[in-house]
């Protein structure tokens, strides 16, 4: 299998965790959104990235590419099969993907993407926005979901992938969790990027 995405990209880090929970073996090619690759553009008909090939099936979007995997290599289990669970990872994965990713994302793009790699000012404004307004209603509401080292279940999940893959960004961004005010959630997402399938994943070739 080919993976195609730069490692900074949190989504791209979800399909390599996966990969990895999973023992899958995969070449990974760390491409930039957009770039005039033509495999990767096959692969991407957005020229998002994450996209994978696998033995000439094509496939974009890190959800899509996770329910893959699950359904092609199901051990271990990813997904939870009991109703409740079910819908609550679905849920989790949807909001690590949109909203949290939307506010995590702005000190990385402020404090590395824009210097070092748009020629761009950083703009701390925007980074105190996102840090003292935006992210704590956030931060709140996952300190009360969190009740044992998993977000859904007794399990690893698609759940603690997404959730926890954004926050990397955030300490690429010299930012974390402030652990006095957000104690579960910082030792959860601690312990989540400790895991061997994320530490792989935090290694992986950004270009
Ligand atoms: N829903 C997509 C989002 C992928 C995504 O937006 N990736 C970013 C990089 S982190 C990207 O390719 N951005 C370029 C763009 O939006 O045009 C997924 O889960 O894979």
């Known amino acids: 299998m080919i993976v195609y995405g730069t490692g900074y990209s949190p989504y791209v880090r979800k399909v390599l965790v996966s990969l990895a929970e999973k023992g899958i073996a995969y070449e990974h090619r760390p491409v930039m959104f957009h770039a005039p690759d033509a495999d990767f553009q096959a692969a991407s008909p957005l020229g998002k990235i994450p996209a994978i090939e696998d033995d000439g099936f094509r496939l974009a979007d890190s959800s899509a590419i996770l329910w893959y995997l699950e359904?092609?290599?199901?051990?271990?289990?990813?997904?939870?099969?009991?109703?409740k669970a079910l819908g609550r990872a679905v849920w989790f994965d949807k909001f690590g993907d949109t909203e949290l990713f939307a506010k995590?994302?702005?000190?990385?793009?402020?404090?590395?993407?824009?210097?070092?790699?748009?020629?761009?000012?950083?703009?701390?404004?925007?980074?105190?926005?996102?840090?003292?307004?935006?992210?704590?209603?956030?931060?709140?509401?996952?300190?009360?979901?969190?009740?044992?080292?998993?977000?859904?279940?007794?399990?690893?999940?698609?759940?603690?992938?997404?959730?926890?893959?954004?926050?990397?960004?955030?300490?690429?961004?010299?930012?974390?969790?402030?652990?006095?005010?957000?104690?579960?959630?910082?030792?959860?997402?601690?312990?989540?990027?400790?895991?061997?399938?994320?530490?792989?994943?935090?290694e992986a070739k950004k270009g």
Do not use: C
């Not at 359904?71 to 109703?83: C, F, M, N, Q, S």
């Open 71 to 83: 359904r092609k290599h199901p051990t271990p289990a990813l997904v939870p099969t009991e109703p």
């Open 104 to 202: 995590l994302i702005v000190p990385f793009v402020q404090r590395v993407l824009k210097p070092n790699m748009m020629k761009q000012p950083t703009d701390e404004g925007a980074v105190a926005q996102a840090l003292d307004t935006d992210l704590p209603p956030l931060f709140d509401y996952l300190e009360r979901e969190i009740s044992g080292p998993y977000l859904v279940g007794d399990a690893f999940s698609i759940a603690d992938i997404s959730i926890a893959t954004s926050f990397y960004n955030l300490h690429l961004a010299q930012a974390k969790v402030d652990a006095d005010r957000w104690p579960k959630l910082a030792a959860y997402v601690d312990a989540t990027l400790a895991r061997p399938s994320f530490k792989a994943a935090l």
